[in-house]
């Protein structure tokens, strides 16, 4: 019966809703803005003990030549460390830096195709919360190293790209990209602290009107840039109600192309009574991806999001 | 004017033709009983005269009227259809399912007036099945459905009333029950046309008999003149005695035994 | 029976007056009865003007036509098709929007293409499954259901093809399926109003004929009932008031099958008492969902879709008790 599709899309649904990086749960556990290892600045000596986000300690045997990931973020640090050379395999989601898409793909929205793995031999896999356990469970019993990363604010971002520095003997190139990103963020506090904080809406879905609420970086991004998240009291991602929407009457809505067409987004009900759009304070930042995943990008989205909020602090 | 005249009447089904230039005439009121063996036609016939099936070539005339000149609701006034007990699982009652033999004279838009309900209250009296009327029809037995059935045909008013095989697979007293109703309705003025599996229960209550064999007549006439060895025998290739039914004087079939025959070594 | 039927009319209409006061008076923000009427006599807040003028106005009424239609639809195909499992969906109507809104979704058209897209394709769909099934001049009922579950089918493979290669889009396709009001404005009210009303109304002249086509296609016909004309008439205009249901609110599950369901045991299978009924009892079914799916979780929203859902399983389960005690009964 065709209600049956209803039950069969929700299931779709569960798989997705992780891929799009905005979680429903808060983590389990906090994990610590503390880096697993020394605090060494240097090169990396294996065999290499980490602690992955799942709490294992697994061991890197020696300096992979041959990883796969099978996060976007992931990806795009590996890239920016300067081991992209070593990335032999990577989802259908991956898209920075633009190379990515010529490499071999070995996962979809489903999760990882063990086959196109193996054929890839290779001596490293990262995995998200996106990959599933069960998954990561098969990889491991098939005789991978497997090494699970998930990051769900900037501080948790920046203690992957340490991990994945250490792991991938880039260290030093992961400490200055974490110095650019603390750098870049004190700069937009000092730029926007002082300033009144402006109540803003995030749309990222307009049909059905989708928001980010706390425990996403959406929400964390508004606050860093000076502004405060009207979704900000729910968790996760959420169908909002319009009808709140126009009694709060936020100065700013942010969106994405994500959500569809400028043109289009203005016209819909509820919407179109907000004071942003009625005084054109209505902006798309460029690539969603930069407010979503745990990248060094994230800060490039931050930037966006204070200049949209903040646009004097930035004359 | 002969109530109803069939003329030439060929039919049949994608490229199997059924029934071959079939003519009749039948000019007063009766109880006609039609019979055969499976597939020679019988229901190809039925469905022809009632306009349902369209014929590949000749006709069919109610008192001097072409059926195919008549509208669908026209043909309804003339001819009421009772097919074979088709379950539905909706809880009507049969007060409203009789009723909806009114339809052919009401239109889309009429609603149902006193008169419509004295008319069913009537045909439902003739039929006994007044006092069913407000049991829901699909929890009724099968002989009383009929009779519910035979009812909705007769709010009609029709001036024929085809029947196909409506006492096939009722009990004998039901049997009975609904061959002497449909003999008293003929004898009230409406042709009757019963398509019947029983060649006993046919020779017994019907005026007259038409064999069927292979979509023609093979023989039509009263009970006693049709129902010979010769024709069962051709029509449903069988060996048959005929004896006296001797509460009603009307041939009575009773197969003959085989006779044993031997298996041949191959 | 008629003295019964004509008791239960007004109270009807007054539950659907009723739940419409609630449901324009419920939401993340609550607007009192009152200022209701305040709003309507132009006075108000300015707020709660907008909420109420351009958001929750044109949604109930929306939900309700809705409602009414998708029960009335599913009061007609249950006789048509002789089966009270049947629904408005069934012969494939929902699948068809559904790989419209899907295209239009993927190609970024808006929220006004994704309800145009999603209407084309729901007519189409039906129209090639009437091809499929016709067979000379005339289409059984058995052959539409057919043809309708293979075209489904067919659809639901390609829709879950495309989500496989867009995997961008894939939330935003499976979030329009679940059904929902949330975004409903007077511009779709104004579309569908009067399709749904003018197709209602359509559908209920043939109510009589649909009574005789239940108890027997070869019934009808020999009762004067053109059945051909009835069965082309309840499919098209069925089909037109599913798919305009269908492009505004997602795929609404429930709706059709169970209001008819609950109308009949009320008042009985008469389609010329039953129709009415199933269009206000279906309407108050979907207004009070869409009150609740504002409400239960406020001020997040919940698809309404998944709230006619929740009540099919319970509905189904009390469908199978009933059966099981009239089959032991016997």
């Known amino acids: 019966m065709k209600q049956n599709k209803a039950l069969f899309f929700l299931l779709i649904l569960l798989l997705v809703l992780p891929v799009c990086a905005c979680s429903d749960h808060p983590p389990k556990q906090n994990r610590e803005s503390t880096p697993a290892g020394p605090v060494v600045i240097g090169k990396t000596v294996y065999p290499l003990k980490v602690r992955d986000f799942m709490e294992r300690e697994v061991t890197i045997e020696k300096l992979p030549q041959r990883i796969v990931s099978l996060s976007p973020s992931t990806t795009e640090t590996l890239f920016a460390l300067q081991a992209g050379s070593r990335v032999v395999g990577v989802t259908n989601y991956d898209d920075y830096p633009p190379e990515v898409l010529d490499l071999p793909k070995v996962g979809n929205f489903k999760g990882p195709n063990i086959e196109a793995i193996v054929q890839q031999k290779p001596d490293l896999i990262f995995a998200s919360d996106k990959t599933g356990k069960e998954q990561i469970e098969v990889l491991e019993k098939a005789g991978f190293t497997v090494v699970m990363l998930q990051a769900r604010n900037i501080a948790q971002t920046m203690d992957s790209i340490r991990t994945i520095g250490q792991i991938t003997d880039s260290q030093e190139q992961a400490h200055t990209i974490i110095q650019d990103m603390n750098n870049k963020i004190s700069d937009i506090a000092a730029k926007t602290g002082s300033l009144p904080r402006i109540k803003t809406y995030y749309l990222v879905y307009a049909s059905g009107n989708y928001t980010a609420g706390s425990d996403t970086f959406i929400d964390e991004l508004i606050t860093l840039s000076g502004g405060e998240n009207v979704a900000g009291d729910m968790t996760g991602w959420v169908k909002f109600s319009l009808e709140k929407l126009v009694e709060i009457n936020p100065p700013v809505i942010i969106t994405s192309p994500h959500a569809g067409d400028l043109k289009s987004i203005v016209t819909l009900p509820g919407i179109k009574e907000t004071k942003a759009v009625k005084e054109g304070n209505i902006h798309m930042i460029s690539n969603e991806n930069i407010v979503t995943r745990s990248s060094p990008r994230i800060v490039l989205g931050l930037e966006e999001m204070a200049r949209y909020l903040h646009p004097e602090a930035f004359e | 004017m002969p109530l109803l005249q069939i003329s030439n009447l060929s039919a049949g089904y994608l490229k199997k033709e059924v029934l071959n230039a079939i003519s009749i005439e039948i000019n007063k009121a009766q109880f006609t009983g039609i019979i055969g063996a499976n597939g020679c036609g019988k229901t190809t016939l039925l469905k022809n005269i009632s306009g349902y099936h369209h014929p590949w070539g000749g006709s069919v005339h109610i008192s001097g009227k072409d059926i195919r000149k008549m509208s669908i609701r026209e043909r309804a006034r003339h001819i009421g259809y009772v097919p074979q007990d088709i379950p539905f699982d909706f809880a009507f009652k049969c007060f409203d399912l009789v009723m909806m033999g009114r339809m052919p004279h009401l239109g889309r838009f009429k609603k149902e007036s006193g008169a419509d309900r004295e008319i069913v209250r009537d045909s439902m009296e003739l039929t006994h099945t007044w006092h069913l009327k407000d049991r829901i029809a699909t929890e009724l037995s099968g002989g009383e459905r009929q009779r519910v059935y035979i009812a909705r045909a007769l709010t009609q008013q029709p001036k024929i009333m085809l029947l196909d095989e409506p006492v096939s697979h009722l009990d004998i007293k039901y049997q009975v029950e609904v061959l002497d109703l449909l003999k008293e309705l003929s004898s009230r003025g409406i042709l009757i046309l019963a398509v019947l599996h029983d060649i006993n229960l046919a020779s017994q209550f019907c005026d007259e008999i038409m064999i069927m064999r292979e979509g023609n007549i093979l023989s039509r006439g009263k009970p006693a003149e049709v129902i010979t060895p010769q024709n069962i025998g051709s029509a449903f290739s069988i060996d048959v005695e005929i004896f006296d039914n001797p509460c009603t004087q009307t041939p009575y079939v009773v197969p003959r035994k085989k006779k044993k025959t031997r298996l041949k070594a191959v | ?330």
């Open chain 3, 1 to 330: 029976m008629k003295l019964t039927n004509r008791s239960l009319l007004v109270p009807s209409l007054m539950l659907l007056f009723l739940s419409v006061a609630v449901s324009l008076s419920s939401g993340a923000v609550s607007i009192p009865l009152k200022e209701i009427v305040t709003i309507i006599g132009g006075g108000g807040s300015e707020t709660n003007r907008i909420i109420l003028l351009s958001l929750r106005l044109p949604r109930v009424l929306e939900a309700a036509m809705v409602g009414a239609g998708l029960s009335v639809v599913g009061t007609f195909f249950q006789g048509l098709l002789r089966n009270p499992m049947a629904d408005p969906y069934v012969l494939g109507v929902s699948s068809g929007a559904a790989f419209g809104a899907t295209i239009a979704i993927i190609l970024g058209l808006g929220v006004l293409g994704v309800g145009f897209t999603a209407f084309f394709f729901a007519l189409l769909t039906i129209s090639i499954v009437y091809i499929i099934a016709k067979n000379g001049p005339k289409v059984t009922m058995s052959s539409m259901l057919l043809a309708g579950i293979a075209i489904s089918a067919f659809m639901y493979s390609v829709i879950s093809l495309l989500m496989l290669f867009n995997h961008n889009e894939l939330s935003r396709i499976v979030f329009w399926t679940m059904g929902s009001f949330s975004l409903t404005g007077w511009n779709d009210v104004f579309f569908s109003a009067p399709l749904i009303t003018a197709g209602c109304l359509i559908m209920y002249l043939f109510a009589r004929d649909m009574n005789a086509i239940i108890t027997g296609d070869e019934i009808a016909e020999h009762l004067g009932v053109n059945t051909e004309l009835v069965k082309r008439v309840v499919l098209s205009v069925g089909s037109l008031i599913t798919a305009a249901s269908v492009s505004i609110g997602g795929i609404i599950g429930f709706v059709g099958l169970i209001v008819p369901h609950i109308a009949r045991l009320l008042v009985g299978p008469d389609n010329r008492i039953l129709v009415p009924f199933s269009a206000v009892f279906g309407a108050i079914f979907l207004v009070v969902t869409d009150t609740l799916a504002r409400t239960l979780l406020a001020p997040a929203e919940i698809p309404a879709g998944i709230i006619t859902a929740t009540c099919g399983g319970p509905f189904f389960l009390y469908l199978l008790v009933k059966t099981k005690i009239k089959n032991e009964g016997m």
